[in-house]
T-cell receptor
């Protein structure tokens, strides 16, 4: 079963615009991770935010975490065509099991 | 590149057959997990192995089984294949607990299994 939901399911933007994806989850977590997947291939780890952190940055990525609302958001600034992919959030309870959302399909048009 | 490799890349089987998928973990990683990703869905946890023993399992029937070897490579075996087993199978390894970045999991490129 999926941990939660991602919103929106699909997002189409122009190059240079910002893309925001949201993720909600149901249970207590140790950390939350965001992954990118190109064309149904392997998952690429983007960023990890721990339950005691509220915001984290990595290059053009900004992740926020609100444990009171059990939600997270991923912001990609100044998007590029190469950012076109599916993005997944996954929660980790530190027993090794990652529980993924259903993903957001991002399309960045040149 | 994560350093995690999987073989084969693609596989076609018929219903009722058995399949073995292989994963080679990144150097220094002694924990490996397997995930099933159906088309259009997020990955679902199958099981995890730590130091050659299963130490966590998702909601998958016993015909899904695994092995981890002393060199930390791993196999996923599926018996009595069903049409719904068609999916991308991903393995992920994580560093030895106690090392920096131990929470991050590194995924391989996956094996695409088609059951006809």
């Amino acid at each position: 079963s999926q941990q939660g939901e991602e919103d929106p399911q699909a997002l189409s933007i122009q190059e240079g615009e910002n893309a925001t994806m949201n993720c909600s989850y149901k249970t207590s977590i140790n950390n939350l991770q965001w992954y990118r997947q190109n064309s149904g291939r392997g998952l690429v780890h983007l960023i990890l935010i721990r339950s005691n952190e509220r915001e984290k940055h990595s290059g053009r990525l900004r992740v926020t975490l609100d444990t009171s609302k059990k939600s997270s958001s991923l912001l990609i600034t100044a998007s590029r065509a190469a950012d076109t992919a599916s993005y997944f959030c996954a929660t980790d309870d530190l027993r090794g099991k990652l529980i993924f959302g259903q993903g957001t399909e991002l399309s960045v048009k040149p | 590149e994560t350093g995690v490799t999987q073989s084969p890349t693609h596989l076609i089987k018929t219903r009722g057959q058995q399949v073995t998928l292989r994963c080679s973990s990144q150097s220094g990683h002694n924990t490996v997990s397997w995930y099933q990703q159906a088309l259009g869905q997020g990955p679902q946890f199958i099981f995890q192995y730590y130091r050659e023993e299963e130490n966590g399992r998702g909601n998958f029937p016993p015909r899904f089984s695994g092995l981890q070897f002393p060199n930390y490579s791993s196999e996923l075996n599926v018996n009595a294949l069903e049409l719904d087993d068609s999916a991308l199978y991903l393995c992920a390894s994580r560093p030895t607990p106690g090392l920096a970045g131990e929470d991050e999991q590194f995924f391989g490129p996956g094996t695409r299994l088609t059951v006809l």
